[in-house]
């Protein structure tokens, strides 16, 4: 073979190993950095009353008070950055069935919801919420265990389960339903200024 063709093929070579080498660098920087910029400092779940709004109207209330206590996921993180265009908040839930005449297959159920916050500013204290409705919580169970991921331009750069176990239970069988969002609750309309803007995920389709 001719050295001109064979030094070109070789040269060829090392540079498309050294672009896939500088790629994986950089997505690796990228990763550390954004690791080092959200730091997830709490996640807990509460049981919350629904709050309650007082308003004149001249209808006739349901003679019937439905259930009214929330399950609340809730995870406090901070960000070191002045601003990030995005951060998804992906949360699992495990509820165990209060009937104890329940099969195992119905012994628990998996609930799962994402919310995605925009232009979310600096501080050492903000907070991402979902919720379990209260029909939900009544009907198929407590608590059992939940997880929470954060992910920044499609990398996951925090988890944390509670319980801690080895055990991958959020991946484990479907969810039988769907968490809320915050803006899907009467929470709502309290303390809004303390959370960053949830993004519209239907005005990408």
Known sequence: ??????????????????SGVICSAQTKKTEKSSKQTVELKTFKPSVVKAPRFSVSVSADRPSTELASEFLELRAEYSNRAEWLDELTFTYYLMLESRDAKATAGQQYSLWKGSVTYEDIEKGSRLASTMFLSPAKLKRYGKYKAIRVEITY?????EAKTLPETPNPWWSAQEPKG????????????IDSTYYPDIKDESSAR
């Open 153 to 157: 331009q499609g990398q996951e750069i």
């Open 178 to 189: 769907r968490l809320l969002k915050r803006s899907e609750t009467p929470f709502a309309l």
């Open 1 to 18: 073979m001719n050295w001109n063709v064979t030094r070109s093929i070789y040269v060829l070579g090392i540079s498309v190993l050294m």
